[in-house]
T-cell receptor, first 113, second 118 residues
């Protein structure tokens, strides 16, 4: 079983749509959580951290459910520029507190005009 | 403020050869992590260096080795290349924090080195 699992998609949605991505993780020692965005043939970039209380950044809302080991990302009013791969990421802290990031496979979003 | 820089950007090798990839971390960062990203997959953690020592390692064979220098830059070495080693190799840097706040260990990635093994 993969440590972080995501539906790879692709998700094809029209502009203005609301789309939700889900992710589950298996290691209960995971201590911090993120969504990264990766454009085609580019490096991953941090989109937002995910907190248990839920957090919002403009059109993006992230939620974490530690009991279910489940993370979500909601994108409202989709723009063409949101087309990318969204990577669910968990941080498992090591003894040196440096941690390592474990990535999911990524979910591909294609927003159509 | 320079971000993470990696070299070379692209390279082609043949099976059995050896390759060295290089990474300079973002200014002010002291930890370097290496990831392998195969086509259509998420990045897979190879290992992490801090204070010139390998601190954590993922499920990669001993053919994958690394080094960190006093100036925090790092190298990834892969020996006896296999076709399956063809991938984008990403270097990421971060700053070690002593407190486990949720903003800790946010990585800044370089653009990667794309390795093709023929």
């Amino acid at each position: 079983r993969k440590e972080v699992e995501q539906d790879p998609g692709p998700f094809n949605v029209p502009e203005g749509a609301t789309v939700a991505f889900n992710c589950t993780y298996s290691n209960s020692a995971s201590q911090s959580f993120f969504w990264y965005r990766q454009d085609c043939r580019k490096e991953p970039k941090l989109l937002m951290s995910v907190y248990s209380s839920g957090n919002e950044d403009g059109r993006f809302t992230a939620q974490l459910n530690r009991a279910s080991q489940y993370i979500s990302l909601l994108i409202r009013d989709s723009k063409l520029s949101d087309s990318a791969t969204y990577l669910c990421v968990v941080n498992i802290h090591g003894s040196s507190n440096t941690g390592k990031l474990i990535f999911g496979q990524g979910t591909t979003l294609q927003v159509k005009p | 403020d320079a971000g993470v820089t990696q070299s070379p950007t692209h390279l082609i090798k043949t099976r059995g050869q050896q390759v060295t990839l290089r990474c300079s971390p973002k200014s002010g960062h002291d930890t370097v992590s290496w990831y392998q990203q195969a086509l259509g997959q998420g990045p897979q953690f190879i290992f992490q260096y801090y204070e010139e020592e390998e601190r954590q390692r993922g499920n990669f064979p001993d053919r994958f080795s690394g080094h960190q220098f006093p100036n925090y830059s790092s190298e990834l070495n892969v020996n006896a290349l296999l076709l399956g080693d063809s991938a984008l190799y990403l270097c990421a840097s971060s700053l070690v924090r002593r407190t486990l706040d949720s903003g800790a260990n946010v990585l800044t990635f370089g653009a990667g080195s794309r390795l093709t093994v023929l």
